[in-house]
């Protein structure tokens, strides 16, 4: 380390040569790291299939609903980025301007539900389930596996919401909104990742 | 590289993370409950069906051999046995037990009347007769 | 020991390590019925054999399990068990039902005692693992009930440590799954599929919750590491473990009339399910290697140590070699199965338990260690009993190999029993690692009854 030695205060210093330091707690981070691997595993698994008929998964994937699926891209972007605007609030000490954010986050996730389940009240009506075909199997299982985290998020985020509305969270106390920001972009992420290979891609 | 790694969070994380995953698996009980009628073979279940499963369960059946792949690994598969052999052949090879033949695996006599072994293979027929994705490979078992 | 009532622990680790002889008595009959396949017929055919074989692992197990959670939940409340009388009059009970049942197999024709004992009422019977009569399922739920009543209470009134809220959650588990046992449907595919709710949800569920929770106390005791770095672990591991473990569930959904979709979601949270047993293997090492003390109990660490290896290795592994449904169609109920059941059962659980049982009886005798001629003894038995089941699980995975090959894969599929005649050099080895085993057992036992003076502890 070559840090100046008239420099006296720890946190100059630290501001000069700021160790990478990672957002939210390890717990929820190995988490995350499990939660991805189940997904990636499950992608893996759909490109496996896939190769096996080609034709027949794209045809299925023609039937997908995009313009649903872009709209909600959009929602979980939104919403991640309100999540990020929370967390600066709450850095800077503004807990009420953060649950503002929070309700932000929370209605676009809300959105994502609402317009989820009227894309799969559309498709049960039109006989998609899990034994219906390969892509129907893998569309399903993915995209609920996911929507699942979508909920599970939610209830995460209205976790932190009702912490800031009680000022539990400040610049001194992060890791519980870091946290929980952290496992909102990973929900972000995977869909990001989700959309185009099962709805999109060719 | 610096981190925080709480107790707290630790526990957060298991309790939301098995609630989580034992909901996701109430779901997919749920949709193979709905789903069963289509592959587990339930209209052929009748009386006799019934009847002989109790016998196979109080004969303890699986002691020894496998139904479905589940069991002891001592005797053959009998999930797909009526297909491999017929009905008057399980019949007749469960009266002519045991072989003394010796050195050899030998199966009890288990003494059932006829209609406990009417009804045992109604149950191997039924059994038979569940889609299970084609398994076993062969008709070997 | 801290607190006087810990000492009801000790009946129960004796009857375990009884039971656990009785177990591979009829382990080293079944072995040799494989090649000899008329040995002690009629008189003890081979289902009855293995019934009482794996009856006994389950019954000295729950015994290992109760007597550990009497030694550690008042150590870990800091305060005496609520009610000793109670546990003590539990273990003669379980212990009487448990004689019971198994004479029963043995003297009693199954067929005869099944409508003796209420089958017909509610068929419960004749189930792989879950083949006890009706009244000692209820009676299993009683004396369940009793202990976990017993131990709550200790815990409520007492320090609620991570470990104890575990070790607790896994106990109630177990009991609670216990209870889809008393449901048999006719329709076959149902009765596979919730008799796993029992057999899976057991092994690969909340069980690890209970043996992650006893390591975790003997490793807290044994090395002097600070316990909020090993709870904090603990928790981390146990999610993993649950979080791959539940859906893994799926992997016993592949050919049993359940939706085909299950192999998908079963090959995918199974093939996940190694990582919790090599997080508690590399946790274990980790701790040891961080010790801040040098306990005298050496052999205890070994166990502790050797039960990560081994539970990876048996479960983690082996799981995870036939676990993807490619794989499974050809594997499905051969002798591969067995081979991972035997190292996965000896590996996790066998081993936990003895694990604590060597941390604990030396204390409950009066001494923090045994003597140093004790321990080596002990040693040797770990050192004989592992690797004999490793050459168990080599050679019917040899033999599993053959077999699929012979019998599923060949163009011209040969039929079971020619098969059995043919990997019968297989058997024939896995007979004598059977017997090291057993050798190893002895030694075990008898390393109860070294004396010796008391090795002095060390600081690091």
């Given at each position: 380390m070559n840090?100046p ?6 946190r100059a210093?630290?501001a000069?040569?700021p ?8 717990a929820i ?6 939660e991805?691997?189940?997904?990636g595993?499950?992608?893996v698994a759909y490109?496996?299939a ?9 045809a ?6 995009r313009?649903?699926?872009a709209?909600?891209t959009?929602?979980l972007?939104?919403?991640s980025?309100?999540?990020v ?5 709450v ?15 929370i209605?676009c996730g ?11 009240a559309?498709k ?6 899990l ?5 129907d ?8 596996f996911?929507f ?12 932190l919401?009702?912490g800031?509305?009680q000022r539990?969270?400040g610049?001194?106390?992060m890791?519980?909104?870091e ?9 972000d992420?995977?869909w ?7 709805y999109v891609?060719? | ?15 939301g993370?098995?609630?989580f ?7 997919l009980?749920?949709d ?8 587990d073979n339930?209209a052929?279940?009748?009386p006799?069906?019934?009847?002989g499963?109790?016998v196979w ?10 139904l479905l792949?589940?069991?002891?690994y ?17 019949k007749a090879w ?14 009890p006599?288990?003494?059932l009347t006829?209609k406990?072994?009417d009804?045992?293979?109604e149950?191997l027929?039924?059994t ?5 994705q084609?398994?076993?490979p062969n008709?070997?078992? | ?6 000492a009801v622990?000790m ?6 390590i009884g ?12 072995g040799?019925q ?21 009856n006994l ?7 290992g399990?109760?007597?550990s ?5 008042p ?6 068990l609520?009610?000793p ?5 539990l ?5 009487a039902?448990?004689?019971l049942t ?6 009693v ?5 099944a409508s003796?004992t209420g ?9 792989e ?7 000692t399922?209820?009676g ?11 131990i ?5 009134k ?7 809220i575990?070790?607790?959650l896994?106990l ?7 209870l889809?046992?008393f449901?048999?449907?006719?329709n ?5 599929f ?7 949800l057991?092994?690969e ?5 209970i043996?992650?929770?006893l ?13 909020e770095?090993i709870?904090?672990?603990l928790?981390?591991?146990?999610t ?17 009339g ?11 949270f199974?093939?996940?399910?190694p990582i919790?047993?090599?997080?508690m ?5 980790n701790?040891?290697n961080?010790r801040?003390?040098?306990h005298?109990n ?8 050797g039960?990560?290896?081994?539970a990876?290795l ?10 993807l449904?490619?794989?499974?169609y050809y594997?499905h ?5 067995a081979?991972h059941g ?8 066998v ?6 049982m060597?941390?604990a ?8 260690a045994n003597?140093?001629k004790?321990?080596?003894i002990?040693m ?8 004999s ?10 033999a599993g ?7 599923r894969?060949?163009?011209d ?5 020619m098969?059995q005649?043919?990997i ?5 080895m ?10 190893g057992?002895v030694?075990?036992v008898?390393?109860?009854?070294i004396?010796?003076?008391e090795p002095?502890?060390?600081a690091?």
């Open positions: 840090t030695a008239y420099t006296l205060d720890a210093a630290d000069t040569a160790t990478p330091h990672l957002p939210g707690d390890l981070w190995i988490f995350i790291l499990a991805l691997l189940a997904f595993v499950f992608l490109a496996f896939r190769s096996g008929d080609v034709a027949g998964f794209d299925r994937q023609l039937g997908l609903d313009d649903a699926g709209i909600n959009v929602l972007l939104t919403s980025f309100f999540v605007r929370a967390t600066q609030a850095a800077a000490g503004a807990c009420a301007r953060a649950s503002g954010w929070l309700v932000g986050a209605g809300l959105g994502f539900v609402v317009i989820k389940v009227f894309e799969y559309e049960f009506g039109a006989g998609v389930t034994s219906s075909s390969t892509f199997m893998f569309y399903l299982s993915l995209t609920f996911h699942m985290h979508v909920l599970l998020g939610l209830v995460i985020l209205a976790a919401w009702l800031t509305r539990r969270y610049p001194d106390n890791n519980g909104i946290s929980g920001a952290a496992y909102w972009h990973m929900v992420l995977v990001l990742i989700l959309f185009p290979l099962v891609m060719r | 590289m610096s981190g925080t790694f709480t107790k707290a969070m630790a526990r957060n994380v298991f309790y993370g098995t609630v995953f034992f909901l996701l698996f109430i779901a009980t749920f193979t409950m709905q789903g069963l009628p289509k592959s339930r052929a279940i009748t006799a069906v019934a009847a499963k109790h369960e109080t004969r303890n059946c699986l002691g020894c051999h496998t792949g589940e069991g002891a001592y005797a053959p598969e009998l999930g797909n046995v009526y297909k491999r052999r017929g009905p008057e052949f399980i469960i009266q002519s037990m045991p072989s003394n033949t010796p050195g050899r695996r030998q199966m006599q288990f003494n006829d406990e072994l009804d045992l293979v149950f027929k039924y038979s007769e569940i889609n299970t084609n398994w076993p008709i070997e078992g | 020991m801290k607190y006087k009532s810990q622990a009946p129960y680790f004796i009857a375990a039971l656990f002889v009785g177990q591979i008595l009829f382990g080293l009959v079944l040799l494989y090649v000899v396949g008329d040995f002690l017929f009629p008189s003890i055919p081979f289902n009855i054999a293995r019934m009482v074989h794996t692992l389950i019954v000295w197990l729950l015994f399990f109760m007597g959670a009497y030694y550690l939940v150590e870990e409340a800091e305060t005496e609520y009610s009388k109670l546990a003590l009059g273990f003669w009970i379980f212990l039902a448990g004689a198994i004479l029963g197999y043995l003297f024709d199954y067929n005869t005692l003796a089958n017909d009422i509610l068929a419960t019977m004749g189930r693992f879950l083949e006890q009569p009706l009244l399922k209820i299993i739920v009683v004396v369940a009930l009793a202990f976990l009543f017993n709550s209470m200790t815990m409520l007492g320090r609620k440590t991570v470990i104890n575990v070790l607790l896994g109630w588990g177990l009991a609670v799954f216990f889809f046992s449901y048999n449907p006719t076959l595919v149902m009765d596979k919730y008799w796993w709710w029992v057999v899976h057991w092994v569920g909340v069980w690890e919750l043996m992650a929770a390591l975790a106390f003997v490793l807290i005791k044994v090395t002097g590491v600070d316990r770095v709870e904090k672990w928790y981390v591991i146990i993993l473990a649950l979080v791959t473990g539940i859906i893994g569930t799926g992997h016993h959904y592949f050919w049993i359940t939706p085909a979709y299950w192999q998908w979601w079963g090959s995918i199974s093939a996940l399910e919790p047993f090599f997080a293997t590399v946790f274990a090492f701790m040891v961080r801040r003390r040098e005298p050496r052999a205890a660490v070994l166990w502790a140590l039960t990560g290896v081994m990876f048996g479960a983690g592994v082996w799981g995870f070699l036939h676990t449904a490619p794989v499974n594997t109920g051969s002798q591969i199965t081979a035997h190292m996965a059962f000896y590996g996790a659980y081993m936990v338990v003895i694990t604590i060597s941390y009886m030396p204390i409950l005798r009066g001494r923090q003597s140093n004790a321990q080596v002990e040797w038995s770990f050192w004989i009993m592992t690797i089941m490793v050459f168990i699980t080599l050679f019917l995975t040899g190999i053959l077999q699929v090959w012979l019998q894969v060949s163009e599929p040969m039929p079971f029993m098969v005649d043919q019968a050099l297989f058997y024939w896995r007979l004598w690692s059977g017997v090291g085993f057993a050798v057992l030694l075990y008898v390393s109860f009854f004396k010796g003076k002095e502890a060390v690091a």
